[in-house]
C-alpha cells in the first residue's frame, strides 16, 4: 500500500503512523480499536492514502465486489488508511436498500421521522446484524460509528496538510462536467 499522502509531511524518507496521523483522534482511535476490533483499525498501523493511488484502490475494490471475488463490506483498515482490498479485511454490514412502498406507513413514518435525509424517499437503507439475521430499517449503526469517526480524522489531516482534498468527489464532478461539455460542443457543431 501506498503512502502518498505521507509525502504532504514534506519528508519522503518517513512513513507517517499512528499518532502522527491521527492527531487529537488518537487516543479515541486506540481505545476504540481495543473495544470493537472487529470494525476498527490499529491507528499504529495505519498510514495515509490519497490521490490517484486512493482512487485505483477503490475502482478495483469495486470491481472485486461486483465480481465477487470480495464481500461487499466495510473495510476495517480503511483504503484511505492503507487497508487493502482482501477478505480478511472487510467486515460484513448487511447494508441495502428497499423501496418505501415494500414497508408499512407506520415503518415509513418511523424512518422518516429518524433520518436526517431527504423528504419522501422513496428508497430506504436496510441492513442486518449478521448474514443470517432479518433486515431492519435504517443503516448499520456500527457501520455509520466508524465511517463518522474516519471522516472526523480525515477532516483533521486536511486540516493539518496531511491529506490532499477528496480527490473521488472533486475528479468525478470535473470529469462529468468535461463529458458534458463534450457532448454539448459536438451536439452543437
Known sequence: ???????????????????????????????????????YPDPDESIIVDGEELIKAR????????????PKGHHRQGL????????????????STIASSEVSKAEYDAYVAKSR??????????????????????SNPNHTEVTNFQNKVMRW????????????????KQAKKFDKYKKNEVENV
Do not use: C
Not at 503512502?3 to 492527531?23: E, F, R
Open 59 to 70: 475502482e478495483e475494490y469495486k470491481k472485486m465486489y461486483t465480481s465477487g471475488a470480495l
Open 157 to 172: 489531516q486536511r486540516k493539518a496538510g496531511l491529506r490532499k482534498k477528496n480527490p473521488t468527489t472533486s475528479k468525478t
Open 117 to 138: 435525509g431527504k423528504k419522501d424517499p422513496k428508497t430506504l437503507k436496510i441492513h442486518k446484524e449478521t448474514e443470517e439475521g432479518e433486515y431492519v430499517l435504517g
Open 80 to 95: 484511505a488508511f492503507g487497508g487493502g482490498n482482501t477478505a480478511d479485511n472487510i467486515q460484513f454490514t448487511g447494508e
Open 1 to 39: 500500500t501506498g503512502t502518498s499522502g505521507n509525502s504532504q509531511a514534506n519528508d519522503d524518507s518517513k512513513v507517517l503512523k499512528g499518532k502522527d496521523i491521527y492527531g487529537p483522534h488518537y487516543e479515541d482511535a486506540v481505545k476504540l480499536h481495543k473495544e470493537k476490533p472487529e470494525w
